[in-house]
């Protein structure tokens, strides 16, 4: 159906964009690190 469809896109859309969010927290984690001291 068109409702699975778009939840299914959806999902797909918050995945990639949890998977940017812990790139980037992998990323700079060390940076953070630092700024925190």
Same mark, same amino acid.
């Given at each position: 159906?068109? /409702? ?10 918050? /995945?990639?964009?949890?998977?940017? /969010? ?8 060390? !940076?953070?690190? !630092?700024?925190? /001291?």
């Amino acid at each position: 159906s068109a /409702v699975a469809t778009a939840f299914s896109r959806y999902g797909a859309r918050l /995945v990639r964009l949890g998977g940017f /969010v812990a790139g980037y927290r992998l990323f700079w984690w060390p !940076v953070e690190l !630092v700024y925190a /001291v």
